[in-house]
Nanobody, 114 residues
Framework: QVQPVESGGGLVQAGGSLRLSCVASGSIFRLNTMGWYRQAPGKERELVASHSNGDYTLYIDSVKGRFTISRDDAKNTLYLQMNSLKAEDAAVYYC????????WGQGTQVTVSS
């Protein structure tokens, strides 16, 4: 499989917002739960939010109420709207299925300044 392509990251002040996008190939996207993962320096990669191929979504506690995951299956695109960003949200963000079908992409860097 071709690796997903993530975009939308950048430098933002604490309290600001970003919208991440991920384009992934093939029917794997439409048939599977998709997730946003992040990895901060010196930390393990973690699953931040997931969206089933229906309407079910899950979030880790630290982003509930601030992040919103969505998907457009017609475009094979996954989104992550991030509001009220905090310093601890800074990381490289990646997308993949919940079973890691894709090779990891380059990710998109999110930097939060205080």
């Amino acid at each position: 499989q071709v690796q997903p392509v993530e975009s939308g990251g950048g430098l933002v002040q604490a309290g600001g917002s970003l919208r991440l996008s991920c384009v992934a190939s093939g029917s794997i996207f439409r048939l599977n739960t998709m997730g946003w993962y992040r990895q901060a320096p010196g930390k393990e990669r973690e699953l931040v939010a997931s969206h089933s191929n229906g309407d079910y979504t899950l979030y880790i506690d630290s982003v509930k109420g601030r992040f919103t995951i969505s998907r457009d299956d017609a475009k094979n695109t996954l989104y992550l709207q991030m509001n009220s960003l905090k310093a601890e949200d800074a990381a490289v963000y990646y997308c993949n299925t919940n079973r890691l079908h894709y090779p990891w992409g380059q990710g998109t860097q999110v930097t939060v300044s205080s």
